[in-house]
């Protein structure tokens, strides 16, 4: 009813994570070839950070992760700058003693190259094609999400096809509570875009976001994983 | 003496490059893996749209080919945006009917993946290490100095060892007029730093300009370039 309506409006927004530990990765990674030239993913971070700047603002003690990227976070948010997977993962499990809820929002490199040259290596005159060797880096989701005391734990999926099914096999695979899928063959969302839409996969649930303003989908995913967790803890 | 210190103080700088036409490249290449990854060098971008704000301020008609950077122009300058050096190379071809001065400052990317793939290559779960085959981009710079119709040549040499070796190599090799060198291998210049120290060599001189601001270096090598330009027009 109107009176019902009124009331919620003046009320202040519940702090809905209050006090509760959120640590989010952000951003693209860098895997170096050498001094100048690297290996990365699309990712300007707007995902991750207007997720971090949304759980403060609910109350959350916040830890972004950051790649490499051009944004800046409120004063109160930790943040800790990292350039590789491997830094990356280091940092997320060194987080987990405190953290509640882990958001991997970050596009992080699957591969590294087996070797990092510590001079710029000179085009070779004498031969048109080389080969770069590229290994496994640690998988910092499914890490995370198999340690001991584990957080709650919210995955990303960035699928170009087969959304649905991938994001289910990723979230069954790497024991996650949540995962959010997005569809970046599509440019109006995703990477570099100010806006995006979420398809949110719990193991028997599902959750849509509609194509908006980062900043009101980090919002609105928030409010999906603060029910959740709650609802499990 | 003290008047004529005075007179040069007050007279409004020479615009050096008055209708010259100037065409620039900046930032990195991207070359695409498949459509999440790529492969890149860094650069910020910084040098190159410096030295094009300070074109534009010395009289020059200002055209800018940029890889991707999180960078603005002067509107009176004409940007030509591109991803991948294959673009790069085929927009400064392009650019060379009415190019007097072609200044390459772009960080381009000497090769890029033989296949790229049209959809999000899956992370292997079989095997622990790919290889990726690389073949030769096109070399920008060196196409442009050989054209019919070359314009006045300016090269960049970035380097982390055997500096002057190296950049007197690129000035013969790639039949450039001048080329300049830098360190990168000095995180206090070059890259995403604000600051740039160069060396700049012709066949038979060389010039330093020492570590300032990017954008006092870009109007220091722009008076180089401008000399050299006309004292062989």
């Known amino acids: 009813d109107l009176v019902k309506l009124c009331c919620d409006f003046f009320t202040p927004q519940q702090p809905l994570l209050a006090g509760v530990n959120v640590v989010i990765t952000a951003g693209p ?64 499990l060194a987080s987990l003693d405190t953290a509640d809820i882990f958001i991997a929002c970050a596009a992080v490199a699957d591969y590294r190259t087996e070797t990092v040259h510590s001079e710029k290596m000179k085009k070779q005159a ?14 910092i989701i499914a890490d995370v999400a198999n340690a001991e005391n584990r957080p709650f734990c919210v995955g990303f999926a960035a699928e170009t096809n087969d959304i649905e099914a991938y994001a289910l096999g990723k979230l069954a695979r790497k024991n996650l509570d949540l995962i959010a899928a997005n569809d970046v063959s599509n440019s109006a969302q995703g990477f570099n875009s100010d806006n995006n839409a979420l398809t949110v996969f719990a193991k028997d649930k599902r959750f849509d976001i509609p194509l908006c303003n980062k900043k009101e989908v980090a919002i609105q995913l928030l409010k999906i994983i603060s029910e959740q967790y709650k609802s499990i803890s």
Do not use: C, W
Request: no cysteine.
């Open 29 to 92: 990674t860098q895997e170096a070839i050498d001094p100048v030239r690297y290996i990365s993913n699309h990712s300007s971070g707007k995902m991750g950070f207007s997720l971090a700047n949304a759980a403060l603002s609910m109350g959350a003690n916040v830890t972004v992760i950051a790649g490499p990227v051009n944004l800046s976070l409120a004063a109160d948010i930790k943040r800790i700058d990292v350039k590789s997977a491997r830094d990356m993962h280091q940092a997320a």
């Open 126 to 139: 004498d031969t048109d094609v080389i080969t770069l060797t590229l290994v496994k880096n640690p998988d």
